[in-house]
């Protein structure tokens, strides 16, 4: 089975659905007699006008079939709003997205289904007219056309509802404009202003109505002053009660009065109302009531709306397995935390939220903290970034956090931060690094003795060799001198990582190493017909740094460069001094880095083709290692897209003055 996809559009068209009040209404005649004709037309025995809601399918109409509603997951209807032409399931049993579903191995058993979506006035698909048999059927053109007929005769009403209620509303406000020609008071506010009389007999009337009462309780104000009966039959049922005993206590306590509730318009069509009014007592022993009411239907559906996002987002919020916070900025102080922030903790959750941040922060990564402050100033966003958090018994544990400013409805800055307990992430990468040194030292002896005997046979120390051999001992050595190079990229990027590969830093010239590096490439660019270009003369800077790693990390850049640039083109090295950086630049005009690719540049054994058929060789370490010696020398590598197309790599690094 096949769970239908959610549309692009599912909130807006959500909200078109519940503007028509469809499913604030039950079963109605008008579209009860389209589905008595749809079985008889069609020869099928259940026949439906289905409302997809936002977890179910609810029938507005319903021949044939007891069930009032169904789960959205397992509704044809659901597929069949995904585009407006009608939806034939000839067989349900051969489509692979209904096959297994519940309604056709279980009863009503549904074979065979043909549903036509249904319209609103904007477009917005918010159901369908639709025919279900428990046998297969072949439905022929013309029977689609007559489905779609029928269907458009069904939309057609849902429409005449939408525009009569947005006619009607657009009549409410020219009269509101009329009104405020005539008085005032009437309008300054907001609704429809009304006095209301309850006499010492239980007798009600509204003495004085303004015009919109009519429109509220289907009565004149004539009406309303003999007698206010008819307007309470208006009031919705499970809402009756409520607003009497609300009256009463008004009544008896001379408070005032409010209250929140539905009328109805039309037959079950009910609009939330809300009233205010101010009581006093009359010298008969009657009360009487000086207030407005005002029609907030749309308001309160979008509160309810709101509610139910929020509850769904809390659910999200308490049982997401990543730690989730609410500090307020100023003070560090939690305001709000899930249960997977303090379970790796030992706090309880009171406890919890009354430390501060600092209280589980260990004050050496202060530092961090500020950096990640003042991100949070200047882009409203901080992260991610390791560090580590304080148990209640003392020990630490490390967490990745990253995170954003927001703003409370009083002003109050306050930070939303993901805090990810990160254990056996850091168990299973010292595992990963472990075994990868492990490997690499136990392969890197026996390799040394392979590659020196090739060596040696290749360079004829047992004899002359068939030219097969030869080529085939060609092609073994130069295997084993990739196999060697990888190794040896392991253990610096083990080393490197370790902390274990000294940083020998000494403040000198960079000319004179850049000049060694270039000269050291100019075999491997010969050898792919690529040229190096250089300044005339260098920029007279000075750096500290330790000088074979620096080497190392400029000929990873210039052998990629080298690589990736096609014959007859020149990868150009430049160096631009900054006041306290200066800037080194390998450029080439080759293809370039996919911008899909260039989050992960820099990350070990990442290659643009990872395949096992890719034409370049390397080991995807190059950069990473690159990177790794410029960040302990307190630089940093880059990337940018080269001017007239290429790649441009630059290392940045501290700049000494003389």
Not at 38 to 54: E, G, K, R, T, Y
Not at 379 to 395: A, H, L, M, Q, V
Not at 497 to 506: H, I, Q, S, Y
Request: charged letters at 25%.
């Amino acid at each position: 089975m096949i769970t239908p996809p959610t549309p692009d559009n599912e909130n807006e068209r959500q909200h078109a659905l519940d503007a028509t009040g469809l499913l604030n209404r039950d079963s109605e005649k008008r579209f009860d007699r389209l589905t008595r004709l749809a079985c008889q037309l069609f020869s099928v025995p259940i026949a439906l006008v289905s409302l997809i809601d936002h977890d179910r399918q609810w029938f507005k109409s319903r021949q044939g079939l007891d069930a009032e509603e169904t789960p959205r997951n397992l509704s044809f209807c659901g597929h069949a709003i995904l585009c407006s032409s009608p939806l034939i399931v000839e067989n349900a049993l051969e489509d692979p997205r209904f096959a297994s579903n519940p309604l056709v191995t279980e009863a009503p058993k549904i074979r065979f289904y043909a549903g036509a979506p249904l319209h609103t006035v904007d477009g917005y698909r918010i159901g369908t007219l639709c025919l279900i048999d428990t046998r297969p059927r072949h439905f022929s053109t013309e029977q689609i056309d007559m489905l779609v007929d029928l269907a458009a005769t069904a939309e057609e009403l849902i429409q005449v509802d939408e525009i009569s209620q947005q006619t009607y509303l657009s009549l409410e406000s020219e009269l509101r404009a009329s009104r405020e020609r005539l008085t005032k008071l009437v309008a300054q506010l907001p609704g429809t202003i009304y006095q209301f009389r309850r006499f010492p007999d239980g007798h009600m009337t509204f003495p004085f109505s303004s015009p919109q009462i009519q429109q509220l309780y289907g009565i004149t104000p004539a009406q309303a002053a003999e007698d206010a009966t008819p307007a309470f039959e208006r009031i919705h049922p499970d809402d009756l009660d409520a607003i009497s005993a609300s009256i009463e206590h008004s009544a008896n306590t001379l408070e005032d009065w409010n209250a929140t509730f539905r009328v109805a318009r039309q037959e079950n069509d009910y609009r939330w109302i809300t009233g205010q009014a101010k009581p006093e007592r009359l010298i008969d022993g009657s009360t009487l009531w000086h207030g407005y009411l005002q029609d907030i239907h749309e308001q309160e559906l979008v509160r309810l709306a709101m509610t139910h996002s929020e509850t769904r987002l809390r659910g999200l919020f308490d049982f997401s397995p990543i730690g989730i916070a609410l500090n307020d900025m100023a003070t560090g102080q939690f305001i709000d935390l899930n249960d997977a922030l303090i379970l790796p903790t030992g706090y309880t959750r009171d406890e919890f939220v009354s430390l501060s941040y600092w209280d589980v922060t260990p004050i050496e990564y202060q530092p961090e903290e500020e950096k990640a402050l003042l991100s949070l100033k200047s882009t409203g966003r901080y992260g991610p970034f390791e560090k580590e958090y304080i148990r209640k018994d003392g020990s630490r544990y490390p967490v990745r956090l990253q995170g954003m400013l927001s703003q409370e409805q009083d002003g109050r800055q306050v930070i939303w931060s993901l805090i990810e307990d990160i254990t056996e992430r850091r168990k299973l990468d010292k595992m990963k690094d472990q075994f990868i040194a492990t490997v690499s030292h136990e392969l890197r002896t026996p390799l040394t003795s392979i590659k020196g005997s090739l060596g040696l046979l290749n360079g004829g120390a047992a004899g002359p060799l068939p030219s097969k051999a030869q080529a085939l001992l060609s092609t073994a050595e130069r295997n084993a001198q990739r196999l060697f190079v990888l190794i040896n990229d392991l253990l610096d990027m083990e080393k490197l990582v370790a902390g274990k590969m000294p940083m020998n830093l000494r403040v000198q010239p960079v000319a004179p190493l850049l000049d060694e590096v270039i000269e050291s490439m100019w075999g491997y660019s010969a050898q792919h017909q690529v040229s190096i270009l250089t300044p005339a003369e260098w920029p007279r800077v000075q750096v500290n740094i330790d000088a074979p790693r620096l080497a190392q990390a400029l000929t990873n850049l210039l052998s990629n460069a080298i690589k990736f640039s096609p014959q007859g083109e020149a990868v150009e090295v430049s160096v631009t001094p900054y006041a306290d950086t200066i800037e080194i630049s390998v450029c080439d005009h080759g293809p370039g880095i996919d911008p899909i690719f260039r989050a992960q540049l820099f990350q070990r054994f990442s290659q643009a083709d990872g395949s096992d058929t890719r034409k370049l060789p390397g080991t995807g370490l190059g950069l990473a290692i690159s990177q790794e010696i410029c960040q302990q020398m307190g630089g940093e590598v880059g990337y940018r897209d080269a001017v007239g197309g290429g790649a441009d790599f630059f290392i940045v690094l501290p700049r000494e003055m003389s």
